[in-house]
T-cell receptor, first 114, second 109 residues
Framework: DAGVIQSPRHEVTEMGQEVTLRCKPI?????LFWYRQTMMRGLELLIY????????DSGMPEDRFSAKMPNASFSTLKIQPSEPRDSAVYFC????????????FGQGTRLTVV | GDSVTQMEGPVTLSEEAFLTINCTYT??????LFWYVQYPGEGLQLLLK?????DKGSNKGFEATYRKETTSFHLEKGSVQVSDSAVYFC????????FGQGTRLTINP
């Protein structure tokens, strides 16, 4: 199995631009998580899905952030418009069955907003 | 709300030294506790876990014991290797995880 695949690995964009991060979970997994990692705030859960349905988006920082999961094989995290404080590493993780601790993480997308 | 506090890093040790990374938590009820490891350029990997008081999680020579009386889950290893250099995260929860800030560990040969 290829594991959780995220793209791109690195993204540099200008403030005000739209950014879309992509994630392909492990085949057969029914939970998908999006995390953000920064030096200041550590690792934070943004949102998670179960069977493609968003279950808890209380970690999404503001309306500029949105996440979708149109099918079991694909999810996106979009930031529009982007701001320098959004610079972070964004991780996607997926798991089979409940329990976030069972999740396998992708390698992350390092986003830099200039 | 629930929270996790880890010892601040970075921690630098020589190979074969004894390692302790402290972790304490605040939570309602009795959550499961975890240690994760993050190698450079990679995502987090579950290292070990404990689901109830006095449980000891262990993996790859690392150990941690769930201490309810001190609300702690300290990570230990008797003899570290250069390959153990990574960032270590303590976490608690079940469906949602709360992570500590992470401790960067560097092992010198």
């Amino acid at each position: 199995d290829a594991g959780v695949i995220q793209s791109p690995r690195h993204e540099v964009t200008e403030m005000g631009q739209e950014v879309t991060l992509r994630c392909k979970p492990i085949s057969g997994h029914d939970y998908l998580f999006w995390y953000r990692q920064t030096m200041m705030r550590g690792l934070e859960l943004l949102i998670y899905f179960n069977n493609n349905v968003p279950i808890d988006d209380s970690g999404m920082p503001e309306d500029r952030f949105s996440a979708k999961m149109p099918n079991a094989s694909f999810s996106t995290l979009k930031i529009q418009p982007s701001e320098p404080r959004d610079s972070a590493v964004y991780f996607c993780a997926s798991s089979l069955g409940g329990g976030a601790y069972r999740a396998f993480f992708g390698q992350g997308t390092r986003l830099t907003v200039v | 709300g629930d929270s996790v506090t880890q010892m601040e890093g970075p921690v630098t040790l020589s190979e074969e030294a004894f390692l302790t990374i402290n972790c304490t938590y605040t939570a309602t009820g009795y959550p499961s506790l975890f240690w994760y490891v993050q190698y450079p350029g990679e995502g987090l990997q579950l290292l070990l876990k404990a689901t109830k008081a006095d449980d000891k999680g262990s993996n790859k020579g690392f150990e941690a014991t769930y201490r309810k009386e001190t609300t702690s889950f300290h990570l230990e290893k008797g003899s570290v290797q250069v390959s153990d250099s990574a960032v270590y995260f303590c976490a608690l929860g079940a469906q949602k995880l709360v992570f500590g800030q992470g401790t960067r560990l560097t092992i010198n040969p």
